[in-house]
């Protein structure tokens, strides 16, 4: 080695400031000039720290850039959008919510029919803050008995319309669209007037020089930008060209919710109607902000496995993933895989962001606008809503008496509440994620230092719509094993009668089996039975059937009739010896639709000190 090169055993990559610098020191005592030289002395050693911070500096700055160049280890939100560009795929924009409205007027002069123009205006509030919805498209409304009704879907926001006048000449021209609350969904791009496709609902095969469309994509500076075709593939503009920009301005996630409590107002004025009336059908949901860096880097790559097809189940969940936004989870199993099995289906079902389910509106447009277009012949999808098992947590906590005073400041009870809640976001509330019971127990008693132990009971409970005053059947797939004798119902109405279902255990133990009986408690204490045979019970398997019974309504729930029934987990028969069982307080899901998230107002909380009996 000669004298002109440092002689270390410290590694090229090293970027450390305090490595740099003992490297550039062993390089200069290794020189004849600097031998015997006062490396501590403050002069020389001030130009080492200067030499050795700006290598620092230099190599920080350095794996940065490179880091930048890469999907995986990018951060800044421009080079993240720039690598999915390279896999085909454009980051979702903000995504206006939608809200359905039944809208009622009448018209002086008694028309025959009536048009709502586009842009029509409506507001609703949610939180204290008021919301602008517009209806895209104008509506023909007919005269019935002298009324004019019609349902409609309305957008959050405004329409706002942007105009560029090409120049050829300046070769720096963008056409963006300047605002990061502009809902790309909505976009509409005319040039001269003319309006161009978006390149996506273009097939390629029909793309040539005279194709008028346009691309979009996000740029550099966190805006989407409009450009055009070459002349090549797509039309190219023109000196000249008038390009005009419409879009819808929205709030986005803010505004779901919208019209909770049955409130639409009309905030624009439609000529010669009076008497206008307004009904919430479905209020606001749907609404989503910019995607975020962390998603773009997920689903970029899965959206370019699927290459735009859905022939997979991985594709079609690529898919609705990155083109809806108001998406949490999705599942997707082919109708092989149903039960019972329905041939030429696939089956999609989804937890969206806002809502336990999406509106039939949010259904028809993923199935009829995107799946219908992209799945290959002869396989209808079909989107089903999640199968819900709701757990309740009863939980007693026993703390140490010795260090904790539930009178002082110590929020023990909020704190295990916290714990509880973030396991369910993090563990569970997931298509085909179990909730495993000793890592519930793990959660809470980690919660503090101040718990010496915890009991903790769950139970399920899953709820139906009632067809209210027919005999109907009723099936409850629990998909775990149920205690025997643990179920209870909400109130069923029956002739003006509260009644309540229970289950009666048969046959020998352990019990497999049970019939359901309908009850009602008189003023003076005694039972009537209404039946002792109104359906069956499946302890080993969680099966609930409510046979041809006729309910009225719901008295916990009289507006959606909702049935609930709650069941606490059973026995389950042990592999090697039958005879003898074990309480299972795991609770499974059936890998394809069931979720398993916490029953809302379900969690109970006892403080007891230790050594309580």
Known sequence: MTDNMPTTNLPVSSADFTDIKENLTKYLQNQTIFQDYNFEGSAINILLDILAYNTHYNASHANMVFAETFLDSAQLRGSVVSRAKELGYTPRSISASSAVIT?????????????????????????????????????????????????????????????????????????????????????????????WQYSKDVELSQMDSSTEMFFLKEAFDGFFEVYFGDGVIGKALTQGNVVKLTYLLTSGASANQAGSKGVFTLSSSLSSTSNVSIVTVSTAQGGADQESIESIKYLAPFYYSSQGRAVTEPDYKSLIKTTYANVEDVTVWGGQKNDPPYYGRVFIAIVPQTETTLSPTEKLAIQDDLLTKLNIVGITPVIVDPDYIKVGVDVVILYNSTLFNPRGN??????????????????????????????????????????????????????????????????????????????????????????????????????????????????????????????????????????????????????????????????????????????????????QSQVVTMLPNGLTITLLPNGTK
């Open 103 to 195: 809208i009622s007027f009448t018209v002086a002069g008694n028309p025959s029919q009536y048009t709502i123009p586009k842009n029509t205006t409506f507001t609703a509030g949610v939180s204290g803050s008021a919301y602008n919805f517009v209806l895209d498209h104008e509506v023909l409304v007919l005269n019935v008995n002298n009324t004019f009704t019609t349902t409609i879907k309305v957008l959050q926001g405004l329409f706002t319309t942007f105009t560029y006048v090409t120049d050829l000449t300046n070769a720096s021209q963008r056409f963006s669209i300047p605002s990061t609350n502009a809902d790309t969904k909505s976009l509409t791009v005319t040039v001269d007037d003319v309006q």
């Open 410 to 591: 110590i929020n023990l009870s909020g704190a295990v509440s916290t714990s509880i809640t973030n396991f369910f976001d993090s563990q569970v509330n997931k298509f085909g994620q179990d909730l495993l019971y000793s890592q519930l127990v793990d959660a809470i008693d980690n919660t503090s230092d101040l718990i010496a132990g915890s009991i903790v009971n769950l139970t399920m409970t899953k709820t139906t719509p009632v067809f209210a005053g027919v005999a109907a059947t009723y099936t409850f797939n629990f998909n775990n094993a149920i205690y025997p004798g643990s179920l209870a119902s909400s109130t069923l109405v029956i002739d003006s009668q509260n009644y309540h279902i229970l289950d009666v255990p048969t046959g020998p133990l352990p019990y497999q089996a049970g019939t359901l009986s309908i009850f009602k408690t008189n003023t003076d204490g005694t039972t009537t039975f209404l039946s002792v045979a109104a359906g069956t019970v499946d302890y080993v398997n969680g099966t609930i059937t409510l046979k041809n019974i006729r309910i009225d309504t719901i008295l916990e729930d009289p507006i959606f009739k909702n049935l609930s029934i709650t069941v606490s987990p059973g026995p389950v028969a042990q592999p090697q010896d039958p005879t003898k069982v074990y309480v299972d307080q795991n609770v499974y899901t059936n890998k």
